[in-house]
Nanobody, 119 residues
Framework: QVQLVESGGGLVQAGGSLRLSCTAS????????MGWYRQAPGKQRELVAV???????NYAESVKGRFTISGDNAKNTVYLQMNSLKPEETGVYYC?????????????WGQGTQVTVSS
């Protein structure tokens, strides 16, 4: 079994910064990619940023230039540095990872961490 645990959410004023962390643990053989998604109240979950084990990144257009995703393969951890936050970016931020165990390759989700940006 694989678990993803996020941390770093909280309350911040518009224009402020937060740094999210997500660590994967369990019966991990390898991790293909890790990423962050967010879900605002009443809206669908959407991609924020992903990073592959080779360090290739992809961002939602709305966060380019303000958010930075990075990873530490040795620690099975991904980070999301969020700068110049906007009130509309309030929501629950979820970590997702494509993890290979000895049995299969599957996607896993974390439990989510709340980010609230006040105006």
């Amino acid at each position: 079994q694989v678990q993803l645990v996020e941390s770093g959410g909280g309350l911040v004023q518009a224009g402020g910064s937060l740094r999210l962390s997500c660590t994967a643990s369990g019966s991990i053989k390898s991790i293909n990619w890790m990423g962050w998604y967010r879900q605002a109240p009443g809206k669908q979950r959407e991609l924020v940023a992903v990073i592959t084990s080779d360090g290739i990144t992809n961002y939602a257009e709305s966060v380019k230039g303000r958010f930075t995703i990075s990873g530490d393969n040795a620690k099975n951890t991904v980070y999301l540095q969020m700068n110049s936050l906007k009130p509309e970016e309030t929501g629950v931020y979820y970590c997702k990872a494509a993890v290979a165990t000895l049995l299969r390759l599957s996607n896993y989700w974390g439990q989510g961490t709340q980010v609230t940006v006040s105006s």
